[in-house]
């Protein structure tokens, strides 16, 4: 092979010590500390508790050359101090020796506190009384030469911080460093052909005393066909319990989006893949340039914006963690910032890793959109810190959902951090179908053609005088109403789904109000007049569906049509039909009850809109406005806004008087069809095709 990241097994070390690892590992971070203390500068060093001993003694051989000696204070009482002598507990001694240390002669020595987290955490609210004591000590003797050491995990307070002006950051292992730390025995574990930059994607988060561990803990043969045991292994060793890892499959588990995939695979995931393949580092390099750290799936709730980052993590063998963006605001003020922190280091120590922020609108609003609190202000900050702040090739990706893309600080959109945005609408026929079919098969629904068909229809979002939609999200709910109902019903797995049984689900799940006999009266009146003057307008499209039962948010019942032929070029006749159309239900309640609801006012509305578009925009209002653009500011004329008006007015009175017509001589059409309506509350194209006159049987598509 002449891959340039394989290293010859014999180049490989027979045995390394903890000490010697922390040596390879950390030559440049022990060079720097070392610098520092040389300096008489403190350092603060902050890394896993495990590293501490090994790192300080390592540190201590080095120091001990330049004629620089340690005191380490970690708690432990001397050996030959009389019992009596000893305060209770290591955190008690700790403090007595640092007093010490502080108070007694100083001399050319580095104070060192390896539990410099404990002495003075902050949890919350505050200071513990520990931390109340050791701040002003530390503080009270300058001369000090202070080396301190910090976990990740723990947070100390700025006071604590600022003491220190040399800080060094350990996290994992250098991707460079890690053929330093394997021996020949562990390589063969690991299959043929060693390859430093493949290992690294399973343990890059792991620091070099741990990793010296987890590889001596390594089982199975020498030289196995299939490495991917070893590797998995490892994978679960460094797997932080917050974080999961998915099972969800791009292609096979996310129904429809055919677009949205083929970008994510082609701008994403082919991208990395392509980088594990490559042999030579500085290609990799510059493919790791070009990755962003971030990417924001934006759509209406539901549409499975999660689901999608599962899959992307799946696809990359990543673990993944879903923050809740409104939950970690709600936290106390400061912790929020601290919980961000968190959140990327167990990313780091699990990597490869994805956090999905849902709803990081509510953390990071576009400037302008802040609530006030100022909390927003600093965890952008935190985030953007932390963003910047992670190596390039460490495995750490960033997902961001929300609503809008727009509503995002512009700040996290920049290149390099979100800077990679999928918007996810509300599926369309073909989408719905592909996810109807994917949890139909899961919860073995077994929909016939005509039930799949007719569940297409019904979740799509052609529906009159409503503005419910439906997502991924409402029609895995509808597939798992359906699977109830066959359940409680004990139906034979292999007996098919039908028609009636999707809407009977369907009718489950929705929350219809309660109509008395009286208001269904009106509310069917109303709708047969929308669907008489829909049959019996020339441009009108068919009618799908019409139901009086209140299925859909906010409209009491509704006239569904099918999908027009025509979705780019709309015609004035068809524009008028549609006014005609909307002035039906209120002309149907005029002519039947001889009263009016106000059930049309939404109606009046549209077709106020159709109308001034006519005439304004479309230069279709007739002689008066003739055919030109009208606009609407400080210099349009009173007179020519009268003139717009008065054409709107116009084709407003002449569509209703045209419905009132057709209905007048269709009366008794419109009572038949009204009075199945209060029957059936839903009528099918089926059930009421057989009322109409021969020459409107026909009618399929407008
Ligand atoms: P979002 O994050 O956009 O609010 P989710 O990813 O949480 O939506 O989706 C909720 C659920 O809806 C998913 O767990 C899944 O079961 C279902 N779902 C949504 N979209 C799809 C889809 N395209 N294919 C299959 N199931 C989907």
Redesign the pocket.
């Known amino acids: 092979m002449t891959n340039a990241r394989f290293v010859p097994e014999n180049e490989l070390p027979l045995d390394i010590a903890p000490g010697a690892a922390v040596e390879a590992a950390y030559a440049a971070e022990l060079a720097r500390v070392e610098e520092a203390l040389l300096a008489r500068l403190p350092a603060l060093v902050e890394c896993d508790k495990e590293l501490v001993p090994y790192f300080y003694a390592a540190l201590r051989g080095r120091l001990k050359k330049r004629e620089l000696r340690c005191a380490y204070l970690d708690g432990r009482p001397p050996a030959d101090a009389p019992p009596e002598a000893i305060p209770t507990g290591v955190i008690g001694t700790m403090i007595s020796q640092l007093r010490d240390a502080v108070r007694g002669p100083v001399g050319e020595r580095v104070v060192v506190l390896p539990h410099l987290d404990l002495l003075v955490s902050s949890s919350g609210g505050g200071l513990t009384s520990e931390a109340r004591e050791v701040i002003p000590l530390l503080y009270e003797n300058p001369q000090v030469l202070w080396l301190g050491f910090k976990d990740p995990s723990f947070s100390v307070p700025k006071v604590i911080h600022d003491l220190f002006p040399h800080h060094e950051h350990i996290l994992g292992v250098d991707r460079e460093r890690l053929r330093h730390l394997v021996t020949q025995r562990e390589a063969r574990k690991l299959g043929r052909g060693f390859d430093p930059y493949e290992l690294y994607k399973y343990v890059s988060g792991v620091n070099a005393v741990r990793l010296r561990r987890l590889l001596g803990a390594l089982g199975g043969v020498d030289y196995p066909d299939d490495p991917r045991p070893a590797f998995a292994q490892l994978r679960r060793a460094t797997l932080s319990s917050s974080f999961e890892m998915p099972d969800v499959d791009l292609d096979a ?5 055919d677009k949205v995939k083929t970008r994510l695979k082609n701008e994403i995931l082919d991208i990395l893949a392509a980088k594990s393949r490559l042999a030579d580092e500085a290609a990799i390099k510059r493919i790791e340039a070009l990755v962003p750290r971030g990417m924001i ?1 934006w ?1 209406p ?8 980052a599962k899959a992307m993590a799946t696809a990359l063998k990543a673990a993944i963690i879903v923050v809740s963006g409104p939950e970690l605001k709600s936290k106390w003020v400061g912790e929020s910032e601290e919980n961000i922190r968190q959140v990327f280091l167990k990313a780091r120590q699990s990597a490869p890793a994805i956090i999905v922020f ?1 709803e990081l609108d509510s953390i990071a609003a576009a400037r302008g959109m802040y609530t006030g609190s100022g909390v927003e202000h600093s965890m952008v900050n935190q985030l953007l810190t932390e963003m910047d702040g992670f190596r390039k090739e460490e495995l750490v990706f960033v997902v961001g ?1 929300t609503n809008f893309v727009d509503s995002i600080d512009r700040a996290l959109l920049r290149p390099g951090r979100f800077e990679f945005h999928l918007h ?1 609408p509300y ?1 369309d026929p073909a ?1 719905r179908r ?2 109807l079919g ?2 139909d098969r899961k919860l073995g629904l077994a929909l016939s053609e005509r039930a799949s068909d007719y569940a297409v229809k019904r979740t799509g979002d052609l529906v009159e005088g409503a503005a419910g939609r439906y ?3 409402h ?2 709910a509808l597939c798992r109403q359906i699977a109830r109902t066959r359940l409680r019903a004990a139906r034979p797995t292999a007996e098919p789904t039908e028609v009636a049984d999707v809407e009977e689900a369907l009718s489950a799940y929705l929350e219809r109000p309660d109509l008395t006999k009286a208001e269904e009266r009106v509310v069917a009146t109303h709708e047969a007049g929308h669907a008489v003057c829909a049959l019996f307008c020339e441009h009108a499209p068919a009618i799908d569906r019409i139901s009086i039962r209140g299925d859909l948010a906010g409209a009491l019942g509704f006239v569904q049509y099918a999908d027009p032929a025509h979705r780019y070029v709309t015609t004035r006749a068809q524009l008028l039909d549609s006014i005609c159309c909307l002035m039906g239900g209120r002309e149907a309640e005029a002519l039947l009850l001889d009263d009016l609801s106000i059930g049309s006012g939404h109606d009046l509305e549209r077709a106020t809109v159709i109308a001034r578009a006519l005439v304004e925009d479309l230069g279709m209002g007739g002689e008066r406005t003739g055919v030109r653009r009208f606009a609407r500011d400080i210099t349009t004329s009173d007179a020519t806004l009268h003139d717009v008006e008065k054409a709107a007015h116009a084709i407003l009175e002449e569509q209703r008087t045209r419905a009132a017509k057709i209905l007048t001589e269709q009366q008794a059409l419109l009572a038949t069809l009204r009075d199945l309506l209060l029957e059936k509350k839903v009528l099918d194209r089926a059930a009421f095709v057989d009322l109409l006159p021969e020459s409107k049987r026909q009618k399929t598509h407008g």
């Open positions: 588990d996310v129904g429809g989006y799936f759509g709730p539901g549409t499975g914006k999660t689901l999608f849902d959902t996810i599926p989408d592909a996810i994917i949890h997502s991924g999200d029609i895995q």
